[in-house]
Every structure is written in C-alpha cells, then in structure tokens.
C-alpha cells in the first residue's frame, strides 16, 4: 500500500512569512497526527485528529499554527507568520485508528526559516 | 506523564558484531513501546513493538528487542550488524490508556566496516 505523502519535502522561507504543509494519510486510516522533530529531538506530537475532528491540540501554539483537516481525508498544517524557533522537521503520521498500536510517518517536511 | 529514556546518544559496533541499542521508560499504567528507524532526510520507519505477550519481539531487518517490565527496559538487538544498519534509532511509548506516543531523543548507531 502506499505510505504517507507529505510535500513539500523541503521549504526555506524569511521570517514574518507564512508557510503551510500537506499530508495524505495510508488510505483507510481514520485517525492522523502532526509532529514537530526539532534538531536531535525526537518528533513531538503537535495535533492529532479523528476523521475529521481534531482531538488533542494540547501542544499546537494556537498564536501562529492552525491545522485543518477537510473531509477526513489529507490534511494542511499552517505557519503564519513564521519565527525563527519554528525551523524543525513538520512529519505526518497516520494509524487505522486512535487506538491502532501502530503510527506509520511520512517522509517530513525540512522547514528552514531565515 | 509518560516518558522514554535513551542514555545513549551514539553506538559504535563493528559489522558482523551484535549490537544493542538501550531504551528505558516511564508509564503509568501498561506501556506499549516501539522501536522506529531514521535514514537521513527520511521520515521515521516502524521496526517492531512490543504489545502484551512474549516479552521477546522479532521485528524487520533482523531486529529484535526485549522487554523488561522489572527494569522497565526495551533494549533493541541485532546479532550481526550490517553497515546499512547505520542510523537513527527512535524508542517511543504509550500508555495503553491514550494515544499519545511519546519519543526518546534517539540514538545514532555507526556499524564499521
């Protein structure tokens, strides 16, 4: 099957600028997650959505991130405006469900702000 | 709270040697704990996890891990490494109450020639 799909592989932008990235989750996995890895961090769990709802947001600093997730289906994960700290790696992951034991990771986005 | 510990910030074998990665945790209730992998410029890599039943794991690539629930402990092992094994090594937990999974800060491993 195919895996996770995430774009842009990478991004490189000046500060104060906005910035957004996508995910596709496995087909038929209802439940998908955002993290954030910053440089020799593991990833850190931003949001995590059921379908379409978003269910733990807990560590998403509302001030300048929102996320959106349409249908169910892919999702958006938005930046505005950028700062400085916010240069990380952005991964998408998705499982069945909430519950499925395993979470499979897209390939990452390498933000990289100026 | 839930957490993971991997007191190693590099490991270096030779190939062909065995090679153990350590990983130790924190949870409150029962942990369902998981091993991922990170090629450079690559997103994470499910190897094996470790849910309830023989506390000995085989997973992809050859991995295995085995969990300790006295030491709290889900050390991974290879019984040959091999140069390609050269990466990044996630431990990561959950309590099996939520779904939040929570990341050790990895571990590089170098296999030698």
């Known amino acids: 099957e195919a895996g996770v799909v995430q774009s842009p592989r990478y991004k490189i932008i000046e500060k104060k600028q906005p910035v957004a990235f996508w995910c596709n989750p496995i087909s038929g996995h209802n439940t998908l997650y955002w993290y954030r890895q910053n440089l020799g961090q593991g990833p850190e769990l931003l949001i995590r959505y059921e379908n379409e709802e978003a269910v733990d947001d807990s560590q998403l600093p509302k001030d300048r991130f929102s996320a959106e997730r349409l249908k169910g289906v892919d999702s958006t994960l938005k930046i505005q405006p950028a700062e400085l700290g916010d240069s990380a790696v952005y991964l998408c992951?998705?499982?069945?469900?909430?519950?499925?034991?395993?979470?499979?990771f897209g390939p990452g986005t390498r933000l990289l702000v100026l | 709270a839930q957490s993971v510990a991997q007191p190693e910030d590099q490991v270096n074998v030779a190939e062909g040697n065995p090679l153990t990665v350590k990983c130790t945790y924190s949870?409150?209730?029962?942990?369902?704990l998981f091993w991922y992998v990170q090629y450079p410029n690559r997103g994470l890599q499910f190897l094996l996890k470790?849910?309830?039943?023989?506390?000995l794991v085989k997973g992809s690539y050859g991995f295995e891990a085995e969990f300790n629930k006295s030491q709290t402990s889900f050390h991974l092992k290879k019984p040959s490494a091999l140069v390609s094994d050269s990466a990044l090594y996630f431990c990561?937990?959950?309590?099996?109450?939520?779904?939040?999974?929570?990341f050790g800060k990895g571990t590089m491993l170098l296999v030698s020639p």
């Open positions: 990561a937990v959950r309590d099996v109450r939520y779904s939040t999974l929570t």
């Open positions: 470790y849910i309830t039943g023989d506390n």
């Open positions: 992951a998705s499982s069945r469900q909430a519950f499925e034991e395993t979470q499979y």
């Open positions: 949870v409150s209730g029962n942990p369902y």
